[in-house]
């Protein structure tokens, strides 16, 4: 399907926004949980193979994760499990293209290789900086507080602000943060756990002989691995050789994948295991005898299409030869012809989905005339899929060496690794005490001083009155009452119960004073039958007791006879 409209020349998001490829990384392969957050997004997304890895962006690792990410030239850094990794800048302070690294924790190796002049890496850790010159393979751990630098092959540097240490092939260093590198001992290569083993399975992988090549450009030779087997080389008129994959009838480039926003914008993240030169590099053709091929180029870029936008809809279509528009010619199969069209087509709300290539839409030939053409020398799509006029902006390649990123919770505690959004302040400093008794003796202590100031009640007060005695249960009849619930509850509690009783609704005051009260015709019952309601706070006082009389003597009882007998 064709559209009418200018000629193209070629896409300005591509053109103005193509980096230099010695710094732009990928990831190349990915196990268990991996994650990556781009510096200009607020949440993360699932680190999965052919995503860039690009200056701004950082990646972790669960207990089951590991990474490794290619860069120029061919070197390669491969991240352990339970680490977390920063890609701060693709150049020094001095402007030579360097890739910087910031690792917060965990472990990694770097294989530098010495391809057409890759550039050096610079990892910072907590404890100082590592740097490498020339071809290296070395390994860094954090643990413990420590970081240690083991060197495998060539040398790198270990420099902590005031000594800087060179440490050879088959020598190690340690150092701790504010703490000078200790001086450079021999290691036993053979002594290697289960990521060194990783790593050395990796390699052997990485280090097959390919003669793919010898077609490709210096800049595009580090990823002729990937091509290896899956598609085939041939010698195109006018253009030179051309590397045809091995694909199913109906394909057609940036269709099997999806869109992802980053600091270059739109940038093709392709599902084929080969598709990251053939996506970033070179051109794209069309032929009835070969079906697609891929014209290899030099220059990277987020992705060399044409864009399309208008109403609801956007459409994308690759760069050909000289960046023309690519014709489909019809292709013979056979019993049937292969007819197609350069353009991917797809709702604007679909644009960033993962399943980008089962939401495309087929759309008419009078739908496709109102879409309005990109021109390249005059606009730009932004991030909300809208035709912009003038050049693609473009985003800070990182943060300046001389600010230091805030920690995260991930970045001290390994149980938050997986929490990138949230930032915390740089550690306080604390009260050391001499043992964990005494601590806990302190803040029992204040925060009994703190209830009796929310009381009321002097600190001072409190301190020089004496302890009341414990009474027995007998004798405090309030003891005896209150539940082990009530006895337990703490001030904070016994106040809230106490408020509550206080501002009682009196609609339901007045609702259990009608229930209790009887009704006139049987008062009187139930006076008589009304038990005798005592006090149970404070019982009747007990009667008096009765004075003993005196006993009367002998004398007085004769007495008393006679005077009787005398009256009668």
Do not use: C
Request: proline share 9%; hydrophobic share 30%; no cysteine.
């Amino acid at each position: 399907m064709k559209i009418k409209g200018i000629a193209l020349a070629g896409s300005l998001l591509a053109l103005s926004a193509a980096a230099s490829d010695d710094t732009q990384g990928r990831i190349r392969h990915t196990e268990g949980g991996a994650t990556l957050q781009r510096s200009s997004e607020p949440g993360a997304d699932e680190a999965i193979r052919n995503l860039p890895f690009l200056p701004g962006d950082r990646v972790w690792t669960d207990e089951t994760g590991r990474i490794e990410f290619q860069f120029g030239g061919g070197s390669l850094v491969r991240l352990d499990a339970r680490s977390k990794l920063d890609f701060m800048a693709a150049e020094d302070e001095r402007g030579r293209g360097r890739v910087v690294l910031r690792l917060w924790s965990g472990a990694l190796y770097v294989h530098v290789r010495d391809e057409r002049g890759a550039p050096d890496f610079e990892i910072e850790t907590p404890a100082g900086l590592v740097q490498t010159n020339g071809t290296a393979v070395a390994r860094i751990d954090l643990a413990f507080g420590e970081t240690r630098l083991s060197v495998h092959e060539g040398r790198a540097s270990f420099d902590n602000g005031v000594r800087s240490v060179r440490v050879e092939a088959g020598e190690t260093t340690l150092a701790r943060r504010g703490e000078d590198p200790t001086r450079p001992q021999r290691i036993d290569r053979r002594d290697g756990d289960e990521f060194a083993r990783w790593d050395e399975a990796r390699e052997r992988q990485a280090d097959w002989a390919s003669d793919e090549a010898r077609y490709l450009p210096a800049e595009v030779a580090p990823f002729a691995d990937d091509l290896r087997g899956n598609g085939s080389w041939h010698l195109e008129t006018d253009i030179g050789y051309v590397w045809q994959p091995r694909v199913s009838a109906g394909w057609r480039p940036y269709q099997n994948g999806r869109w992802t926003w980053s600091q270059y914008g739109w940038t093709w993240v392709p599902n084929e295991s080969w598709g990251w030169a053939p996506s970033h590099y070179g051109r794209w053709g069309h032929s009835a005898s070969l079906g697609w091929y891929w014209i290899p180029g030099s220059t990277w870029g987020p992705a060399w299409v044409t864009w399309s936008v208008g109403n609801d809809y956007v459409g994308w279509s690759p760069m050909g030869w000289r960046d023309r528009q690519v014709t489909v010619a019809p292709r013979n199969l056979g019993h049937a012809v292969e007819r197609g069209s350069a353009w991917t087509y797809a709702r604007r709300s679909d644009m960033a989905a993962r399943d980008l290539a089962r939401r495309r839409v087929e759309l008419s030939e009078p739908e496709t005339r109102s879409l309005r053409v990109v021109e390249p020398k005059t606009g730009h799509v932004d991030r909300s899929v809208r035709v912009v006029d003038g050049a693609q902006p473009r985003g800070e390649s990182a943060a300046p060496r001389n600010v230091q990123i805030r920690p995260t919770p991930g970045d001290t505690i390994p149980e938050l690794r997986s929490d990138p959004a949230t930032t915390i302040p740089f550690p306080m400093v604390r009260r050391k005490y001499p043992s964990e008794d005494e601590r806990r003796e302190r803040e029992g202590k204040d925060r009994a001083q703190t209830q009796r100031t929310r009381f009321g009640e002097s600190p001072t007060a409190a301190a020089e009155s004496p302890a009341p005695e414990k009474s027995r249960p007998a004798d405090n009849p309030s003891a005896v009452r209150s539940s082990p619930r009530e006895r337990t509850k703490e001030p904070e509690d016994q106040d809230r119960d106490v408020l509550r009783r206080m501002f009682t609704p009196l609609s339901r005051t007045r609702e259990k004073e009608q229930e209790s009260r009887p009704s006139p015709s049987n008062e009187g019952a139930a006076a008589r039958t009304r038990p005798r309601e005592t006090s149970r706070e404070t019982p009747p006082p007990p009667p008096p007791k009765a004075e003993p009389r005196p006993t009367p003597s002998p004398r007085a009882e004769s007495e008393g006879a006679v005077r009787r007998k005398r009256e009668k």
